[in-house]
Nanobody, 128 residues
Framework: QVQLVESGGGLVQAGGSLRLSCAAS????????MGWFRQAPGKEREFVAT????????TVADSVKGRFTISRDNAENTVSLQMNSLKPEDTAVYYC?????????????????????WGQGTQVTVPS
């Protein structure tokens, strides 16, 4: 069982930056692909970014490409999402998720059903 706790959300003006962090405990974090998803009011949860357990492979959604970067520290059991040039449409609750184990060190997951464990979410608000 993996527990995930997000932090770092808040209110930031358009064009600003935030860094979200997700701390994992209770499982073998270092061999699990990790991801970030978000859910805006009245919308379905959507994929934001994912990183393989080795950190070799990362993928981000087209909507955040060039602005958001995902990284991980397996020694600290953390995964982070650096968000730059924030826009009002980035306003959402951001969720950290841990994927199912894979021996492929380059494997990443972009679908919700590929993730087994979820955090409680952290709110990011970018006023228009």
């Amino acid at each position: 069982q993996v527990q995930l706790v997000e932090s770092g959300g808040g209110l930031v003006q358009a064009g600003g930056s935030l860094r979200l962090s997700c701390a994992a405990s209770g499982g073998t974090f270092s061999v699990l692909p990790m991801g970030w998803f978000r859910q805006a009011p009245g919308k379905e949860r959507e994929f934001v970014a994912t990183i393989s357990w080795s950190g070799i492979t990362t993928t981000v959604a087209d909507s955040v490409k060039g602005r958001f970067t995902i990284s991980r520290d397996n020694a600290e059991n953390t995964v982070s999402l650096q968000m730059n040039s924030l826009k009002p449409e980035d306003t959402a609750v951001y969720y950290c998720a841990a994927g199912r184990f894979t021996p492929d060190q380059r494997q990443t997951y972009a679908r919700e059903n590929q993730y087994r464990y979820w955090g409680q979410g952290t709110q990011v608000t970018v006023p228009s």
